[in-house]
């Protein structure tokens, strides 16, 4: 069964830092893409930082230039580098991934999968 869980998420002061971990397990054969989003209260849920297998990226206006995406696609493990922190990055942060499964030996589908989330909470 394919997992999506996250981690890393806490208080932290105005102008921190914290760094999210989102780990993939099951019959990954690929991550085709791994995508950050968040939620904050009474607010839809909107796209923070995308990354691609060919390590092309794409992040939202308001967190370009202070947050980071990578992935390991060895380890299937992707990160989410947060700097210079604002109140206004409060939110649950959920990963999402675009998968290729291996349902048996040579044979794959491509699936997608979200992570529960984990709570940031930026004090000023």
């Known amino acids: 069964q394919v997992q999506l869980v996250e981690s890393g998420g806490g208080l932290v002061q105005a102008g921190g830092s914290l760094r999210l971990s989102c780990v993939a397990s099951?019959?990954?054969?690929?991550?085709?893409?791994m995508a950050w989003y968040r939620q904050a209260p009474g607010k839809e849920r909107e796209l923070v930082a995308r990354?691609?297998?060919?390590?092309?990226?794409n992040y939202s206006d308001s967190v370009r230039g202070r947050f980071t995406i990578s992935i390991d696609h060895r380890k299937n493990v992707g990160w989410l580098q947060m700097d210079s922190l604002k109140p206004e990055d409060t939110a649950v942060y959920y990963c999402?991934?675009?998968?290729?499964?291996?349902?048996?030996?040579?044979?794959?589908?491509?699936?997608?999968?979200w992570g529960r989330g984990t709570q940031v909470t930026v004090s000023s």
């Open positions: 999402f991934g675009d998968l290729r499964i291996e349902i048996r030996l040579g044979q794959h589908r491509q699936e997608e999968h």
């Open positions: 990354m691609d297998d060919t390590d092309i990226t």
């Open positions: 099951g019959n990954i054969f690929n991550i085709n893409a």
